[in-house]
């Protein structure tokens, strides 16, 4: 958990690369941390790094599936490749799990209102 917290406070200083070393050591020493591999997702998609954030948020999902956070970042990431079908079917996900979610409400109408625009 040490090497995930410290990946999370290097995010939070926006210290990507050495947040992804100390992420992946992380999941290194515990494959089955649905956070790290959260937090890598998220690390990666703020490097503009979507394929990597996809496939580490597709390890989260594979461990905890029930997490609507990591559904919603799912869609974020779906969402600057241009998948925006997958994207609408991660964010359908996160508010199926938290019909309170929020954030993945505002995506998913965003994304259809751009397409109602364009």
């Not at 990507?16 to 790290?36: C, S, V, W």
């Not at 890598?40 to 990597?52: A, I, M, Q, R, V």
């Not at 989260?60 to 079908?85: M, T």
């Amino acid at each position: 958990m040490a090497w995930n917290n410290k990946g999370f406070a290097l995010i939070s200083q926006g210290k990507y690369d050495e947040a992804i070393e100390a992420l992946d050591e992380a999941i290194r020493l515990d494959p089955n941390n649905t956070l790290a591999w959260e937090n890598k997702g998220w690390t990666l998609f703020c490097l503009h790094k979507y394929d990597g954030a996809i496939e580490a948020y597709d390890e989260a999902i594979k461990l905890d599936s029930d997490d609507p956070d990591v559904w919603n970042n799912k869609g974020l990431a779906l969402e600057f490749q241009g998948k925006n079908y997958k994207q609408i079917e991660a964010y359908d996900m996160a508010i199926k799990l938290d019909p309170t979610y929020s954030q993945a409400s505002y995506n998913k109408a965003t994304l259809s209102m751009t397409r109602a625009i364009l």
